[in-house]
């Protein structure tokens, strides 16, 4: 979500673009209608109300009315289809592409015989072609590297090059023996070819390794490679492997691994090397130690960027600890690091979230100063805060604001507004909000439906309750039995209500 400067996949992080619901804002939204103004004693009009306001889609295009040739007033030439020209040269059949069934090396010597006749097809690219297709089904290297000797003897016009090499090397990286001496043997056979492995050559084993569940002997072999200049890897390798160990290990094994490969080999950590670590103690909600990783960047002489700043206020708001985001801000603005549209609209979803409305609706002003427009995340966030606190009328006030800014409101906007109504009583106005819903075609939410069915039960409506259910079977809102669980569930409620008096 919160890239400015996206680390290499670094781990899930939300978009600007929005969020589904008003409980994680940090999921995308849909761009869906306008409606609803209120004030707080004002009644809400059925026909403004029942207004279509989603966007148009866009009409097909015009059908072009000719070809460019009639652009210059010309009509294009007549295609001769009686008398076809006919080459004199009979074309010589390519090969066809060769897939092995079984690893057994004399049947795929025999099939690589068989391509003789094609020899003038013969290139490099497609000899590697069959060579990898072997090697992927032969779990043995040194059945390949017959292959590879075969392939030159009976095809002289085919020359190993590195890539050849590479094919040999990734096998052996995909099934390795426990001491990775079929890697070392393809190193080696490489080198004295005269194909010296290089960082690309790195790249590929590290990554191979890794995918194939190999860490632990990608971590030995990278320690290995790192002695040597021309095959020390480079920072997207790095970074690749502190990605995948810090989904195995624990943080404080990575931080050993980067530690010795910065001490023994000269190999040091970069700001994005950093932001993997600090991603990942953010998405375990351990914001202490993404603050001191934060200062051990600074320490290593890297300014932290947006993004990071970004990611740490994420992390203490979806902990609806709004106050420390405001600090991270504060920070942010001391290390003369501008915010963008994202900062915004994460510290406004932070404070709305703990409470602070009136902090949070006071950066609305602040961001527009800054040259950043509120959007329907903004807006959205607000309005959840206002529902949260039990104003739900405020909410419809500000959604008249949202419109006023030429700012679109959409599902998840809606689906707000209608759980807002109905926790804050307002449920003929919450009725008619649903009615916009359902003319415009949109899903319910399953906390909206479920806070909806039970206003509505509350207050004897059960007919009602039932239409809503029969809705949100029709426009897919929710699984069948998600659906039926929260009306039986309702229902049970009801019962027992009416049991102790609670209820109509």
């Given at each position: 979500?919160?890239?400015?400067?996206?680390?290499?996949?670094?781990?899930k992080?939300?978009?600007s673009a929005?969020?589904?619901n008003?409980?994680?804002?940090?999921?995308k939204?849909g761009?869906l209608p306008?409606s609803?103004?209120?004030?707080k004693?004002?009644v809400?009009?059925l026909r403004s109300l029942?207004?279509?306001?989603?966007?148009?889609?866009?009409?097909?295009?015009?059908?072009?009315?000719?070809?460019?040739?009639?652009h210059h007033?010309r009509?294009p030439p007549?295609?001769?289809?009686?008398?076809?020209?006919?080459?004199?040269?009979?074309r010589r059949?390519?090969p066809?592409?060769?897939t092995f069934?079984s690893?057994?090396i004399?049947?795929?010597?025999t099939?690589v015989?068989?391509?003789?006749?094609?020899?003038?097809f013969?290139?490099?690219?497609?000899?590697?072609?069959?060579?990898?297709?072997?090697?992927?089904?032969?779990?043995?290297?040194?059945?390949?590297i017959?292959?590879l000797?075969?392939?030159?003897?009976?095809?002289p016009s085919?020359?190993?090059?590195?890539?050849s090499?590479?094919?040999?090397?990734?096998?052996?990286?995909t099934k390795?023996?426990?001491d990775l001496s079929?890697v070392n043997?393809a190193l080696t056979?490489?080198?004295?070819?005269g194909?010296q492995?290089?960082?690309?050559?790195?790249d590929?084993a590290i990554?191979?390794l890794?995918s194939?569940?190999?860490?632990?002997?990608?971590i030995?072999?990278?320690k290995?490679?790192?002695q040597?200049?021309f095959?020390?890897?480079d920072?997207?390798?790095?970074?690749?492997m502190?990605k995948?160990?810090i989904?195995?290990?624990?943080?404080?094994?990575?931080?050993?691994?980067?530690?010795?490969?910065?001490?023994k080999f000269?190999v040091?950590p970069?700001?994005v090397?950093?932001t993997?670590l600090?991603?990942h103690v953010?998405?375990?909600?351990?914001?202490h130690?993404?603050?001191?990783l934060?200062?051990?960047?600074e320490e290593?002489?890297f300014?932290?960027d947006c993004y990071?700043?970004n990611?740490i206020?994420?992390?203490?708001?979806?902990?609806s600890h709004?106050?420390?985001a405001?600090k991270v801000?504060r920070k942010?603005?001391?290390?003369?690091?501008?915010?963008?549209?994202?900062?915004?609209?994460?510290?406004?979803?932070g404070?709305?979230r703990?409470?602070k409305?009136?902090?949070?609706k006071?950066?609305l002003?602040?961001m527009?100063?800054?040259?950043?427009?509120?959007?329907?995340?903004?807006y959205?966030?607000l309005m959840?805060?206002?529902?949260?606190?039990?104003?739900?009328?405020?909410?419809?006030?500000l959604?008249?604001?949202?419109?006023?800014k030429?700012?679109?409101?959409?599902e998840?906007?809606?689906?707000?507004?209608?759980?807002?109504?109905c926790k804050?009583?307002?449920l003929d106005k919450g009725?008619e909000?649903?009615?916009?819903?359902?003319?415009?075609?949109?899903?319910l939410e399953?906390g909206?439906y479920?806070?909806?069915?039970?206003?509505?039960?509350?207050?004897?409506?059960?007919?009602?309750?039932?239409?809503?259910?029969?809705?949100a079977?029709?426009?897919k809102?929710?699984?069948?039995v998600?659906?039926?669980s929260t009306?039986?569930?309702?229902l049970?409620?009801?019962k027992?209500?009416?049991?102790?008096g609670?209820?109509?």
């Amino acid at each position: 979500m919160f890239l400015t400067r996206r680390p290499q996949n670094p781990s899930k992080t939300p978009k600007s673009a929005g969020f589904r619901n008003p409980q994680n804002p940090f999921k995308k939204m849909g761009k869906l209608p306008p409606s609803l103004r209120t004030g707080k004693n004002i009644v809400l009009p059925l026909r403004s109300l029942s207004k279509d306001v989603r966007s148009s889609s866009p009409q097909e295009p015009e059908e072009s009315q000719s070809q460019s040739s009639f652009h210059h007033g010309r009509k294009p030439p007549k295609s001769n289809t009686k008398n076809p020209p006919t080459s004199t040269t009979p074309r010589r059949p390519s090969p066809p592409p060769i897939t092995f069934p079984s690893s057994d090396i004399s049947a795929a010597k025999t099939l690589v015989t068989s391509l003789t006749k094609y020899s003038p097809f013969l290139n490099n690219r497609f000899c590697n072609a069959v060579l990898e297709s072997f090697s992927s089904v032969s779990s043995n290297i040194q059945d390949s590297i017959f292959l590879l000797n075969h392939i030159t003897k009976v095809h002289p016009s085919f020359t190993p090059d590195k890539s050849s090499y590479h094919i040999l090397l990734s096998q052996s990286c995909t099934k390795p023996d426990p001491d990775l001496s079929n890697v070392n043997r393809a190193l080696t056979l490489m080198a004295s070819k005269g194909f010296q492995p290089d960082k690309v050559t790195t790249d590929i084993a590290i990554r191979t390794l890794c995918s194939s569940g190999h860490e632990e002997d990608a971590i030995e072999l990278i320690k290995k490679l790192s002695q040597v200049q021309f095959t020390k890897p480079d920072t997207y390798t790095y970074n690749f492997m502190v990605k995948r160990l810090i989904k195995i290990r624990t943080l404080s094994s990575v931080s050993s691994f980067i530690d010795e490969m910065k001490k023994k080999f000269g190999v040091k950590p970069d700001l994005v090397t950093y932001t993997i670590l600090i991603d990942h103690v953010c998405n375990g909600k351990n914001l202490h130690e993404a603050m001191r990783l934060l200062d051990v960047l600074e320490e290593e002489g890297f300014k932290p960027d947006c993004y990071l700043y970004n990611t740490i206020m994420k992390g203490y708001c979806m902990l609806s600890h709004g106050g420390e985001a405001l600090k991270v801000y504060r920070k942010m603005i001391e290390d003369k690091i501008e915010p963008d549209l994202i900062t915004y609209n994460t510290l406004i979803y932070g404070l709305s979230r703990s409470g602070k409305v009136k902090e949070a609706k006071r950066f609305l002003k602040e961001m527009v100063k800054m040259g950043h427009f509120p959007d329907v995340v903004t807006y959205t966030s607000l309005m959840n805060g206002l529902c949260r606190e039990g104003n739900a009328l405020g909410a419809l006030e500000l959604l008249g604001e949202m419109e006023d800014k030429g700012c679109s409101a959409n599902e998840c906007t809606y689906n707000t507004l209608l759980h807002g109504l109905c926790k804050g009583k307002e449920l003929d106005k919450g009725v008619e909000l649903y009615g916009v819903m359902k003319k415009d075609g949109m899903k319910l939410e399953s906390g909206s439906y479920g806070t909806f069915l039970r206003a509505l039960c509350r207050s004897g409506r059960v007919a009602e309750a039932y239409e809503v259910f029969d809705y949100a079977l029709e426009s897919k809102s929710l699984s069948d039995v998600a659906a039926y669980s929260t009306l039986e569930d309702t229902l049970k409620w009801l019962k027992k209500a009416k049991e102790q008096g609670l209820a109509v």
